[in-house]
C-alpha cells in the first residue's frame, strides 16, 4: 500500500513535468509568433511565481490541516486548465492569466506531493525518496522536450494542449488513487485546534535555521531562474541552437541526472551530507553559467550546460531533504514556505533576465553566475548555524 502510494506521487510529478517539458522548444516559436519581447517572457515565468509565492504557505498549511491528497487533486486539475487556457490565449491577458493559474496548481501541487512522500518515509528512506521526487521531475523534462518538439510540427498550440491531457490524467491518477496517511489527519488535527495558521508561519521563521535556508533558498532562486528563463531564447538567438538541438540537450542532460537521482543521490548526500553539496552545486553552477556567457565555442556551450543543469538537479533535492529531516509535523508548511522563497527569487530572476536581454543578449548570465557564486559564498556559513541550532 504505501510502496504504490508512493508511485503514484511519482507518476503525478512525472506527468506534470512531462507537460512543463513539453512546451519548453516551443517557447522562441510562440515569442516570435505572438511578437513578444524578451520582457514578456520573462513576466510571464514571473507572474506564475508570483501566484506560486502568495499561495504557496497557505496552500501547504492546508494539506497539514485537511490531508495532502485534497491539494494534490486541486493543483492537476488546475494545472490541466492553466495549459489548456495557454494553448488557447491569443492575446497577452490571456497568457498571463493562464500563468496565474498555473502558479497557483505548482502551489498545490509541489509542496504537498513532498510532504505525502515525506509522511511515508523514515528518515533514513528520505534521500533516497527524494532522490526519486527528483528524477520524476526530471524524466518529465527528459521526455517531454523531445515531445514537445515532435508535436510542435503539428501547430504552435498543440503541445500545450497535450500538457493539458497529461495533467488531466494525474488528476484521475490522485483522485483515485491516492489516500492522506493516519499520521498526516492525526498529528496535524492537533497543530489546528492549538496553533493559528500565522502562528506556524512565525515559528518556523523566527527558527534560526530555518531562517538561514531561507535566505539562501532567495538568492539563490534568483540565480537559476534568470538562467533557466531565458535558456532557449539564449540559445537560439546567442548561439543558433535549434529547437531540435535544445531539445537534446536537455533530454541528455536530463537523463544524466535521472540516473544519479535514482542511483547515486542518496549515496552522495550519505558521503557528503546535504549542506556541502548544495554548496558544490552553487560554485559549479556559477562557474559553467559564467563560462557559457563569455565563450564563442558550441561545443562548450553544451558541455557547461550539461553541468549547469545537472548541478541544479542535485541542489533541489538536497535542500528539500534537508528541510524534510528537520520539519517534524510541519511537512506542509515548512514546503510550502520553501516554495514561496524560492518563488521570491524566481519572481525578480526572469523579470531582471528579460530587460537585461533586450539590452545584451549575454548580461543576464553575467548576472546568474555571480549571484550563484555570491550564493555559496554566503552558504558557507549554513553548517555553523545549523550545528549551533541542533546542540
Known sequence: MKNRMLIVAYVNLFLVFLGVGLVIPVLPLLKNEMNFSGTTMGMMVAIFAFAQLIISPIAGHLSDVFGRKKMIVLGMLLFSLSELMF?????????????????????????????????????????????????????????????????????????????????????????????????????????REHKPGMSVFLEVLMHPLFRAFFIVILISSFGLQAFESM?????????????????????????????????????????????????????????????????????LVVVSTFIVFLSFDLFRPAVTTYLSHHAGSRQGVINGLNSTFTSVGNILGPVLAGMLFDINPFSPYFVAGIILLVTGIVSLSLSRRSATVTE
Not at 509541489?110 to 520524476?136: I, Q
Not at 541528455?252 to 549515496?267: E, K, T
Request: aromatic share 14%.
Open 87 to 191: 494553448g488557447w490565449a491569443q492575446s497577452v491577458e490571456w497568457f498571463y492569466l493562464s500563468r496565474v493559474i498555473g502558479g497557483a496548481s505548482a502551489a498545490c501541487i509541489m509542496p504537498s506531493v513532498t510532504a505525502f512522500v515525506a509522511d511515508l518515509t523514515t528518515l533514513e528512506e528520505r534521500p533516497k525518496a527524494m532522490g526519486y521526487v527528483s528524477a520524476a521531475i526530471s524524466g518529465g523534462f527528459i521526455i517531454g522536450p523531445g515531445i514537445g518538439g515532435l508535436l510542435a510540427v503539428f501547430g504552435t498550440r498543440v503541445p500545450f494542449y497535450a500538457a493539458a491531457l497529461m495533467a488531466l490524467l494525474g488528476f484521475f491518477c490522485s483522485l483515485f488513487f491516492l489516500k492522506d496517511t493516519p499520521s498526516v489527519v492525526a498529528e496535524e488535527k492537533a497543530t
Open 231 to 299: 535558456y532557449s531564447i539564449m540559445a537560439t538567438q546567442n548561439f543558433a541552437f535549434t529547437t531540435t538541438e535544445i531539445s537534446l540537450m536537455i533530454m541528455i542532460s536530463g537523463s544524466l541526472a535521472l540516473v544519479i537521482q535514482i542511483f547515486f543521490f542518496h549515496r552522495i548526500v550519505q558521503l557528503m551530507g546535504e549542506i556541502r553539496l548544495m554548496q558544490l552545486t552553487f560554485f559549479t553552477s556559477g562557474i559553467f553559467v559564467l563560462v557559457i556567457a563569455m565563450t564563442s565555442q558550441r561545443w
